[in-house]
């Protein structure tokens, strides 16, 4: 079946640095997207949104970009703190659901 | 508000036994997600309710899980038998609608079935 996936499963940057984080999705129904973090121990929390009749979406400190060409969605982060480091997951509703790809844990070197 | 509320947030048992996880969504909220969570399979919809009526149930992996949702402020997840490859971090999450919407989770239950 459909499913979304991420390309990395590990990032590791550099504090300061930008961090883009990358995630492929099949459905192409799914007419709304979200990234959510997850700290350890912790339930994943929402960090930014778009639907599908946008290209970008800017946050504070974070963009989302959604290709809807390639199927490719990806989150940026600017200015990559230590407190960024979670593991980061991609949600696509294709209908009234909410489905997850596998995650990219990011680890941020001081 | 409080956010999802989930209880318990440990639960160990013994294979063979029964296990209610219970969620309170937040006020509001028009629907109400089930996820498992686990290093092999990621977090992966169990079963989701719009206004206390479940939508679907596909996710659910066995006749041995079962799911509730009596009124808008309260779900429950039962697994009976529980089996140790049960264990793993359930989560509930609300959002205001169906679609189009982001979710908000609870901080889990984590259960442990030996």
């Known amino acids: 079946g459909e499913s979304v996936g991420l390309h990395l499963p590990t990032l590791s940057v550099q504090e300061g640095d930008n961090s883009i984080i990358n995630c492929a999705y099949s459905n192409s129904a799914s007419d709304y997207f979200i990234w959510y973090k997850q700290e350890s121990g912790k339930g994943p929390q929402f960090i930014i949104d778009i639907r599908s009749n946008m290209d970008k979406r800017q946050g504070q400190r974070v963009t989302v970009l959604l290709n809807k060409t390639v199927k490719h969605l990806s989150l940026q982060i600017a200015a990559t703190q230590p407190g960024d480091s979670a593991v980061y997951f991609c949600?696509?509703?294709?209908?009234?659901?909410?489905?997850f790809g596998a995650g990219t844990r990011l680890t941020v070197k001081p | 508000d409080a956010g999802v509320i989930q209880s318990p947030r440990h639960e160990v048992t013994e294979m063979g036994q029964e296990v209610t996880l219970r969620c309170k969504p937040i006020?509001?909220?028009?629907?109400l997600f089930w996820y498992r969570q686990t290093m092999m399979r990621g977090l992966e919809l169990l079963i989701y309710f719009n206004n206390n009526v479940p939508i679907d149930d596909s996710g659910m992996p066995e006749d041995r899980f079962s799911a509730k949702m009596p009124n808008a402020s309260f779900s429950t997840l039962k697994i009976q038998p529980s089996e140790p490859r049960d264990s793993a971090v359930y989560f509930c999450?609300?959002?205001?609608?169906?679609?189009?919407?982001?979710?908000?989770f609870g901080q889990g239950t984590r259960l442990t079935v030996v």
């Open positions: 999450a609300s959002s205001l609608r169906a679609s189009n919407t982001e979710a908000f």
């Open positions: 006020s509001g909220h028009n629907s």
């Open positions: 949600a696509e509703s294709p209908a009234n659901d909410m489905r």
